[in-house]
Structures are given as structure tokens and as C-alpha cells.
């Protein structure tokens, strides 16, 4: 075993290469040559631990997360604010979070993985911002929802980054923005609007 822990061995028959396990000749044979004896070698090649089709692969597995963060932020407004959303703007800011994942596979098939997530996570923020503007009046909550994207981009991007630490991350978040929520929401009468 090596000092970095790789330890592996192996078998191979004779019946897998072109040349005998033995032979007896003093002068060589025409057909055990150093070509033969080249084209028979084997050995392992280890992929990368992390390329940009896993990393895709892995940032569409926080694709609910990122849909309930977007859509608690906005049903938040809709009961704090009293700011009417339609189930169709739902819908299409839904459709431009999904987008992002198209995006950032197509693009990362060119482009190195982090600008590709760059330039992906830059065209669905400035996409939803600028749609987001439109039913939520503008100003601040046009530029939280703007901000929020940029934050969870970014720790999407940090989580993807982390092997070891990834899920961890994944449930500290969640607990954190279940907290955010329930804080956000503990004095909201539920039945008030039932009532009128």
C-alpha cells in the first residue's frame, strides 16, 4: 500500500494477450515483439471525482430547494404585504428557475463549470428580477427577490464546491429558512381572510 492509501492488484490470464506466458528462444520470435508485448499492457484510469455533468447533476438536486425558497418568498409577500401574486406568474418564475439548470448544461458543455454557472445563474437572476418587477411594483421587494436569487445562487454554487460537506449544508440551510418562515409568519391570522 502506498502512503496516500491506494492499494489495488490483479490478475490477468495469458489467454488475454498475444504473446505465451513463456517461451524458449535465444534469437526472440517474429511475433513476440516489443509492439506485441506493448499492445497487451492494461491499467486503470480513474475519472474525476466531480465534472461539470456531475455537477449539474448535483445542482438539480437542490432544484426543489431552490423552488420553495423563490415561492416562500413570495408567499410571504402575498400574506405580509397583502401583495397579490397569480398562480401564472408562479408559473413562469417556476419555468425561469428550471431554466437554469438547461442553461447551465448546455453552456458548461463549452465553458468551464464555474463560468458556465456564472453566466446561467447571472441570465435566470436578471430574468426573474426583471419579470418580478413588474407584479411586485418595483423597489425593494423587486430588489430582495433580485438579492435572494443572487444569495442562493451563490451558496448553491458554494455547496456544489464542498464533497464532504454538501449535505450538511443542504440541511442547515433548510432548517434556517424554516425558521426565517415560521418567524416571519408567527402572527399571521390564517383565518382572517376566510372571514371577510
Same mark, same amino acid.
Given at each position: @500500500? ?24 535465444? !534469437? =526472440? ?8 508485448? !506493448? $499492445?497487451?499492457?492494461? !491499467? ?22 431552490? #423552488? ?7 408567499? #410571504?409577500? $402575498? ?12 408559473? @413562469?418564475? !417556476? ?8 442553461? /447551465? ?48 445562487? #451563490? ?11 454538501? /449535505?450538511? @449544508? ?11 418562515? @415560521? ?12 372571514? =371577510?
Amino acid at each position: @500500500m502506498r502512503p496516500d492509501g491506494f492499494d489495488a492488484s490483479w490478475r490477468v490470464s495469458y489467454y488475454g494477450r498475444d504473446y505465451p506466458q513463456q517461451w524458449e528462444s535465444r !534469437g =526472440g520470435n517474429d511475433r513476440y515483439t516489443t509492439k506485441s508485448v !506493448g $499492445e497487451s499492457r492494461f !491499467g486503470a484510469q480513474f475519472l474525476s471525482v466531480l465534472d461539470a455533468y456531475r455537477y449539474v447533476e448535483r445542482s438539480i438536486k437542490y432544484g426543489v430547494l431552490f #423552488l420553495v425558497l423563490v415561492f416562500t418568498t413570495f408567499f #410571504l409577500f $402575498e400574506v405580509t404585504a397583502r401583495q397579490k401574486i397569480h398562480p401564472f406568474q408562479y408559473l @413562469m418564475v !417556476g419555468a425561469a428557475l428550471c431554466l437554469f439548470y438547461l442553461l /447551465l448544461l448546455s453552456i458548461s458543455e463549452f465553458i468551464g463549470f464555474s463560468w458556465a454557472y456564472l453566466a446561467a445563474a447571472v441570465a435566470s437572476i436578471v430574468l426573474i428580477t426583471w419579470y418580478c418587477r413588474f407584479f411586485l411594483g418595483g423597489g425593494v421587494r423587486t430588489m430582495m427577490i433580485g438579492a435572494g436569487l443572487a444569495g442562493v445562487y #451563490l451558496f448553491l454554487y458554494i455547496t456544489l464546491r464542498q464533497q464532504d460537506y454538501a /449535505l450538511l @449544508m443542504g440541511a442547515i440551510a433548510l432548517f434556517i429558512v424554516l425558521a426565517v418562515v @415560521m418567524y416571519v409568519t408567527r402572527k399571521v391570522d390564517w383565518y382572517a381572510r376566510d372571514a =371577510g
